[in-house]
């Protein structure tokens, strides 16, 4: 079983609309808990982290974290042509990746 | 502050030869991580070094080494260059290690191996 997992999408939202991507964790020990954007042909940025269960808001990024069901999500509202981008999330160390889902916000 | 730097941006080698790729942290920094990113496997970590020492390392053949230096400057060797290690290679630093710290990743190293 893989260590953390996410729906590779692609993943399409129109502009304005609420983009939901989710990630599940296998390691229940897991404490921290990242997400990172990656526009094609540049590096991962770190966008959010969280560490306690509930929700963490920051601008239009909102993560949710559930420790009980081992998933952490990242809400983006009011999505705009430039969050299309993979989103990649880590967990613990950071040192195993998802596989990143693809997000598309269309015009 | 500087990000991450790395170089050379792009290198192209031919299979056995070898290669060394350098990375530069966020002044402060002392974690180093290094990743693999190739379209099929995405994100796949090598190793970490924290104050000069490996902490922790993936899954990856003995071909792939690293170091990191006393100004925690890191680089990362490939001996034996084969086709399939054809990718982006990137490092990433944090503060103090990695539970609990956000990574702060470089542009990355283009490999094409011939």
């Known amino acids: 079983q893989k260590e953390v997992e996410q729906n590779s999408g692609p993943l399409s939202v129109p502009e304005g609309a609420i983009a939901s991507l989710n990630c599940t964790y296998s390691?229940?020990?897991?404490?921290?808990f990242f997400w990172y954007r990656q526009y094609s042909g540049k590096s991962p940025e770190l966008i959010m982290f969280i560490y306690s269960n509930g929700d963490k808001e920051d601008g239009r990024f909102t993560a949710q974290l559930n420790k009980a069901s081992q998933y952490v999500s990242l809400l983006i509202r009011d999505s705009q042509p430039s969050d299309s981008a993979t989103y990649l999330c880590?967990?613990?160390?950071?040192?195993?990746f998802g596989t990143g889902t693809s997000l598309t916000v269309i015009p | 502050k500087a990000g991450v730097t790395q170089t050379p941006r792009y290198l192209i080698k031919t299979r056995g030869q070898q290669v060394t790729l350098s990375c530069s942290p966020i002044s402060g920094h002392r974690s180093v991580s290094w990743y693999q990113q190739t379209p099929g496997q995405g994100l796949q970590f090598l190793f970490e070094y924290f104050s000069e020492t490996q902490r922790n390392k993936g899954n990856f053949p003995g071909r792939f080494s690293g170091r990191q230096f006393s100004n925690s400057r890191s680089e990362m060797n490939v001996s034996t260059l084969e086709l399939g290690d054809s990718a982006l290679y990137l490092c990433a630093s944090s503060l103090a290690g990695s539970e609990g710290m956000g990574q702060y990743f470089g542009p990355g190293t283009r490999l094409t191996v011939t």
């Open positions: 880590a967990v613990s160390n950071q040192f195993y």
């Open positions: 390691d229940r020990g897991s404490q921290s």
